[in-house]
């Protein structure tokens, strides 16, 4: 089992809230990635990383940032939250790029 | 066209039978291929990945990868109800120097039943 975590598992924020999801691996992997999945709907990359100071955006287009200013650890950052950013938020790292491990997620809903 | 993609679903065998999931991908560049397995409100865990045309078992798992028609299938050999799941295909692709982007395309997912 692949040890990367996240937290909060569930947030619930008012609009124009900033908030930041938390995403740190022990396993030091050099390559860490952000998906968005809505219920039903399949998973869209919206932030990666190849290593420390390397971010770079997704296939999906979002409002949020990433930062990477440690190997273990790559936080998402909404500057102001909004109705349209509920969603499950999965963070993954990996060491080669190809098999990739997940952490639980976090479910965001913004009312 | 989606880049991936995968029959929704659901798929419902009894329980014993042999699950067959299927996917097809549009990029004939893609590499590396990928099985993930869902539970409901919980994130995807890896199960089998494959590289190489042909098949590739792990206990009751067995995906089969054929290039040329560009297809991955994932069975599930002796179901269980414990299988019951959304089952995601993901395909990534290797850049012109051969290492990876490390970008996973993912299906929308084959919702798979076992019943007892």
Same mark, same amino acid.
């Given at each position: 089992e692949a040890d990367i975590y996240q937290t909060p598992r569930y947030l619930v924020i008012g609009t124009g809230k900033k908030i930041t999801l938390e995403c740190s691996q022990?396993? #030091?992997?050099?390559k860490m990635y952000w998906y968005q999945q809505d219920p039903g709907m399949e998973l869209h990359l919206i932030h990666y990383s190849y290593g420390v100071n390397s971010t770079e955006k997704g296939d999906l287009s979002s409002e949020s940032t990433v930062s990477r200013i440690r190997t273990e650890h790559f936080p998402l950052t909404l500057e102001s939250a909004r109705p349209s950013h509920t969603s499950q938020y999965l963070c993954a790292s990996s060491i080669t790029g190809n098999e990739q491990f997940f952490g639980p997620g976090t479910r965001l809903t913004v009312l | 066209q989606k880049e991936v993609e995968q029959n929704s679903g659901p798929l419902s065998v009894p329980e014993g039978a042999i699950a067959s999931l299927n996917c097809t991908y549009?990029?004939? #560049?893609?590499q590396s291929f990928f099985w993930y397995r869902q539970y409901s409100g919980k994130s995807p865990e890896l199960i089998m990945f494959i590289y190489s045309n042909g098949d590739k078992e792990d206990g009751r798992f067995t995906a089969q990868l054929n290039k040329a028609s560009q297809y991955v299938s994932l069975l599930i050999r002796?179901?269980?109800?414990?299988?019951s799941a959304t089952y995601l295909c993901a395909v990534i692709l290797l850049n012109a120097g051969g290492t990876s982007y490390g970008k996973l395309t993912f299906g929308q997912g084959t919702i798979l039943t076992v019943h007892p």
């Open positions: 022990t396993m #030091g992997h050099d | 549009s990029d004939r #560049g893609s002796d179901s269980q109800p414990s299988d």
